[in-house]
């Protein structure tokens, strides 16, 4: 049984009963059926149907695939009555709580307005860790050691922590971490967005969790077939790629509705009072933009707005803005499980 605390009362909450609530209410909310979720992660409809009903406690990477299929912060799924606060003040002895097993996650943040930075202290057993499944999201990640050992692998380089030592990196880097010793292992795990608009685990992209779906289309942006397109609204085509078994089996040019199928006055009066692109009347035009990609698991530009981002996102299709421009070597990145989703670029 592990402790939640919430208000300096102790409630006792199993962690599993707790991210089963939390689970079905943000996929209820965002109209979501567990197959369709389960695509979207990347994680298998049974494993999430065990997860949902409080049959299985799912590991760190396997809440961070949650919290990035979702659009949601990780600590969200430990959260009960929500209060939007400047100042978050957590005595040592009310923090609140999830246990997965022996692998304890309190969290320093709770109720903090806007959530731009998620602080963690993390407990864990010997030879306990993050999970089998590398996690990539975006921004950066601040670890601190408190006491014990602690092993972060961060790509292909591994770093052994002990007591005050600290790890700074770019969090689209493939990592997970391990308590390698045979004592208790204690640290400090922060989030960061990178940027402004980003909630920390709201746009985290699992990029390992899509790559094993070998059997699926990428649609990518483009003018001429060959390059990635700046501009995903202004765009004439989409270039689409079947994988199969991870391999390239035909590509496919289709026709892409664009603003210059659009009256230009109303494009413009849409956006005078809300984000680029955020509008109802924007959500439609999208709408008709990704009609042709439907059957399409990804799509792929050099530049987006942040209400195609969001209206790709609602039709299960995974947005992706890319610094690549060449088609062919964007592709073989996502193929490697190495292309990156550049937030920062959304304008």
Excluded at 58 to 79: C, H, K
Excluded at 132 to 138: G, L, Y
Aim: aromatic share 8%; hydrophobic share 35%.
């Amino acid at each position: 049984m592990s402790d939640f605390f919430s208000n300096n009362d102790r409630i006792e909450f199993p962690a599993e009963v707790l991210v089963a609530r939390k689970l079905r209410e943000l996929r209820s909310k965002q109209g979501l059926s567990l197959r369709s979720l389960a695509e979207r992660s990347g994680l298998n409809v049974n494993t999430l149907s065990l997860i949902e009903n409080g049959k299985s406690s799912p590991s760190v990477s396997t809440l961070q695939q949650l919290a990035s299929a979702l659009g949601v912060p990780i600590g969200t799924f430990f959260e009960t009555a929500s209060e939007q606060k400047q100042v978050v003040f957590t005595p040592a002895d009310s923090r609140p709580l999830a246990a997965f097993g022996s692998t304890r996650m309190f969290n320093l943040g709770k109720d903090l307005a806007g959530r731009f930075v998620q602080p963690f202290l993390m407990t864990l057993q010997a030879g306990m860790g993050s999970g089998e499944q590398m996690i990539v999201h975006s921004g950066h990640e601040f670890i601190y050691c408190l006491n014990g050992i602690l092993r972060y692998q961060i790509d292909q380089q591994e770093y052994n922590l002990q007591a005050g030592d600290s790890l700074l990196f770019e969090a689209h880097l493939p990592h997970c971490w391990e308590n390698t010793s045979d004592v208790e292992t204690q640290f400090l795990l922060i989030l960061f967005p990178s940027d402004h608009r980003e909630e920390p685990g709201g746009r985290h992209f699992t990029l390992n969790a899509l790559k094993k779906e070998f059997n699926m289309k990428i649609a990518f942006v483009t003018e001429d077939g060959k390059t990635i397109s700046q501009h995903f609204g202004r765009a004439p085509y989409y270039l689409v790629v079947s994988i199969q078994e991870g391999e390239v089996v035909d590509r496919e040019m289709r026709d892409k509705l664009g603003h210059r199928q659009f009256h230009e006055d109303e494009h413009a009066k849409d956006h005078n009072h809300h984000s680029h692109g955020g509008d109802p009347g924007s959500h439609k035009k999208h709408a008709s933009m990704a009609e042709t990609i439907a059957d399409c698991k990804v799509v792929i530009a050099s530049g987006m707005g942040m209400g195609a981002y969001e209206s790709m996102r609602q039709f299960n299709i995974q947005p992706l803005v890319t610094d690549f421009n060449d088609i062919d070597a964007a592709l073989q990145a996502f193929l490697q499980g190495k292309l990156i989703d550049h937030t920062e670029l959304l304008h």
